[in-house]
């Protein structure tokens, strides 16, 4: 079957502007969380949502911020960007939604902020 | 907040060699996972461990979680050059979000 899917792969934005990543999960999969991944930070967890509801979030400005639509696919924006927002950001999506097992991970999408 | 400290941030090893990277939780963790991502790749599940003291095996790999559930680590026998990357230790908090280590990143020198 399909794995996570992210859109976009790779995009360049400037400083101030705002950017709206998405990823689709594995089909039947209700829950997708959010990773910021740097060289110096490793993996930062952004939020988790399930079934349309945010169940957890990380320790990030209110700038991030995210949502999931009924069909699972979620959508991640990060408004008035900052260079230090450069970064891959992967989705993970995971079977069973109540008991954190394993994450599948998309291949992420890489923002580069000039 | 729940922290998950991974060490050490970096080894490089001569082909054949062994490598251990370690996780340690000032906390009791309900669990903990393995996860490997390859240069330029997105990490990838490679355990759960779950019981104190736990031991599993996949091949070269051995992952051990220690008897109070609060350190874990991996273990490769005989790297090879396939064995490069960053593996991650993962640990779900009291909240049930997943907490990752810094990770360990691993070169192998042919």
């Known amino acids: 079957k399909a794995g996570v899917t992210q859109t976009p792969r790779y995009l360049i934005k400037t400083r101030g502007q705002q950017v709206t990543l998405s990823c689709s999960p594995i089909?039947?999969?209700?829950?997708v969380s959010w990773y910021q991944q740097t060289p110096g930070q490793g993996l930062q967890f952004l939020f988790e949502y399930f079934s349309e509801t945010q169940r957890n979030k990380g320790n990030f400005p209110g700038r991030f911020s995210g949502r999931q639509f009924s069909n699972s696919r979620s959508e991640m924006n990060v408004s008035t960007l900052e260079l230090g927002d450069s970064a891959l950001y992967l989705c993970a999506s995971v079977g069973r939604g109540t008991v954190p097992g394993e994450l599948f991970f998309g291949e992420g999408s890489r923002l580069t902020v000039l | 907040g729940q922290q998950v400290m991974q060490i050490p941030q970096y080894q490089h090893v001569q082909e054949g060699e062994d490598f251990t990277t370690y996780c340690n939780s000032s906390?009791?963790?309900?669990?903990i996972q393995w996860y490997k991502q390859r240069p330029g790749g997105h990490p990838v599940f490679l355990i759960q461990?779950?019981?104190?003291?736990e031991v599993k095996k996949q091949k070269r790999l051995t992952f051990q979680f220690g008897e109070a559930k609060k350190n874990s680590s991996l273990h490769i026998t005989a790297t090879q050059t396939t064995d490069v990357g960053t593996y991650f230790c993962a640990a779900a908090s009291n909240t049930g979000k997943l907490i990752f280590g810094q990770g360990t990143t691993l070169q192998v020198k042919p």
């Open positions: 906390t009791t963790l309900s669990n």
């Open positions: 089909s039947g999969h209700r829950s």
């Open positions: 461990l779950v019981k104190s003291g």
